[in-house]
């Protein structure tokens, strides 16, 4: 293994460490505290709790390695350890965090707080190419032998999980969970985008071939020529396509401009860049 690998795959563990302590303190200090709900593992694990008094540090732990056992072949190499290593070290935070309580006794405090702490620790274990197990794998599983895709299902398992709170919580700690959902979402997208900001850039002009050559000999950045039809007069064109960081976009502006002031230039947001040169999934 190249020492580069191993600086890679020890960043990614330190994300898994500090997203699942995040989330372990989100849980106890807001979640459990304020007797709300989550999603996932966890949320099977609080409905646990609060039903049968059973710790969430041992029982998500063993539905989890259940889960991977089960859905192990489903996941890269990469992913598998990595979600083995995030699964122990969220099991351990939850026992060893347990005790924490800041005994604040607004439900809104306790929802966003937990949803901001949940979500940026999510965050962080995704961005470390990680899964927090549970049920990601069912819904790989789904989407493997079913037509539903793996997002369509992890939603509609976790909506179950939130809704089955309906059985053991208030309904108006329910819908605090919602909002705790959306918080999370909201953190996690932000932590994700942050650690990899990346934009798109389509550019239509008659030198498309001279600005991908110096982009490429500015940026190290490779880019695709496709072949286009203009809507209005049918002539044939170039569209250059390129996807760089955030921080070479104005250099890359300025290659364009210098080529062709009157070139067309759409910049589009990206979620995720998987491939040469970005950060790969394994």
Not at 39 to 56: A, E, F, R
Not at 57 to 86: D, H
Not at 209 to 223: K, V
Request: charged fraction near 15%; hydrophobic fraction near 50%.
């Amino acid at each position: 293994m190249s020492k580069k690998a191993i600086q890679i795959h020890t960043k990614n563990i330190i994300f898994c460490l500090l997203g699942t302590f995040l989330i372990a303190v989100g849980v106890n200090a807001f979640i459990i505290a304020a007797n709300l709900g989550e999603g996932g593992t966890v949320g099977i694990s609080l409905n646990l709790k609060y039903t049968l008094g059973l710790s969430p540090a041992l029982t998500s732990f063993i539905i989890n390695i259940i889960l991977i056992a089960v859905g192990w072949k489903y996941l890269s190499k990469t992913t598998a350890i990595y979600t083995l290593i995030t699964v122990i070290a969220s099991s351990v935070w939850l026992a060893l965090t347990e005790s924490f309580n800041l005994h604040l006794q607004s439900d809104f405090i306790n929802s966003i707080f937990g949803g901001a702490f949940i979500g940026i620790g999510t965050g962080f274990v995704i961005s470390a190419r990680s899964t927090l197990g549970g049920t990601s794998v069912i819904a790989k599983i789904i989407d493997k032998y079913t037509e539903v895709k793996t997002a369509q299902a992890l939603f509609v398992l976790d909506t179950l999980i939130v809704l089955s709170f309906l059985i053991t919580i208030d309904i108006e700690n329910v819908l605090y969970t919602i909002v705790m959902l959306f918080i999370v979402e909201k953190c996690m997208a932000f932590v994700i985008e942050g650690f990899n900001p990346k934009k798109a850039i389509t550019i239509i002009s008659e030198y498309n071939g001279e600005i991908s050559d110096q982009i490429h000999y500015e940026t190290g950045r490779g880019s695709t020529l496709l072949n286009g039809v203009g809507g209005y007069e049918r002539r044939q064109t170039n569209v250059l396509y390129v996807v760089v960081p955030q921080n070479q976009l104005a250099r890359i502006k300025k290659i364009v401009n210098a080529h062709d002031s009157n070139a067309f230039l759409v910049i589009h947001d990206v979620r995720d860049v998987l491939g040469n040169g970005f950060m790969k999934m394994q």
